[in-house]
T-cell receptor
Framework: ETGVTQSPTHLIKTRGQQVTLRCSSQ?????VSWYQQALGQGPQFIFQ???????GRGNFPPRFSGLQFPNYSSELNVNALELDDSALYLC?????????????FGPGTRLTVL | AQSVSQHNHHVILSEAASLELGCNYS??????LFWYVQYPGQHLQLLLK??????LVKGIKGFEAEFIKSKFSFNLRKPSVQWSDTAEYFC????????????FGKGTTLSVSS
């Protein structure tokens, strides 16, 4: 069984640029959530996708957007990058929407904004 | 807004010492509770979870946690730590019927010396 994978591992961008991060969910999981983990902080929920629809969003501005594809993989897009967007971005998948299952996390993408 | 507080930012112990990491949450309704661990260079992994029933839950690697509803607490314990327990520990809460989004604490770094 393949776990959650994310690409790229590391990324360096400059202020104002746009970035796309990718996530492949664990086999059989149809729900994907994205989290931002700033240095020294716990992960913060960005949004969740279920069957290609956004289903829940945290306190992040609209320049954070996402997609989920028919194979349940997902993208996180961030426009107009700011210095404070520098963080580890985590993707997590679960086998259901509001089920009791745990979330399975990927290794993350480290984004640095200069 | 719901929040999770972890009382200890950095805990330093010798091998064989007992461990207790505090976690409190602010939400008056039904919650699911989790402890995740992040070993150096690895992704977040689930240690244990509580949904209902016996408030004392046992997880992997000898960890356990007790849910005390009256205190809004879910403290993590281990009777005797090992050097390999050196990691960052995160307490997380899922507010029931709100999808699978988790609210994380800021984390506690545990350093165990041999």
């Amino acid at each position: 069984e393949t776990g959650v994978t994310q690409s790229p591992t590391h990324l360096i961008k400059t202020r104002g640029q746009q970035v796309t991060l990718r996530c492949s969910s664990q086999s059989g999981h149809n729900t994907v959530s994205w989290y931002q983990q700033a240095l020294g902080q716990g992960p913060q929920f960005i949004f969740q996708y279920y069957r290609e629809e956004e289903n829940g969003r945290g306190n992040f501005p609209p320049r954070f957007s996402g997609l989920q594809f028919p194979n349940y993989s997902s993208e996180l897009n961030v426009n107009a990058l700011e210095l404070d967007d520098s963080a580890l971005y985590l993707c997590a998948s679960t086998p259901g929407l509001a089920g009791a299952g745990e979330q399975f996390f990927g290794p993350g993408t480290r984004l640095t904004v200069l | 807004a719901q929040s999770v507080s972890q009382h200890n930012h950095h805990v330093i112990l010798s091998e064989a010492a007992s461990l207790e990491l505090g976690c409190n949450y602010s939400y008056g309704g039904t919650v699911n509770l989790f402890w995740y661990v992040q070993y150096p260079g690895q992704h977040l992994q689930l240690l244990l979870k509580y949904f209902s029933g016996d408030p004392l839950v046992k997880g992997i690697k000898g960890f356990e946690a007790e849910f005390i509803k009256s205190k809004f607490s879910f403290n993590l314990r281990k009777p005797s730590v090992q050097w390999s327990d050196t990691a960052e520990y995160f307490c997380a809460v899922r507010v029931n019927q709100a999808g699978t989004a988790l609210i994380f604490g800021k984390g506690t770094t545990l350093s165990v010396s041999s």
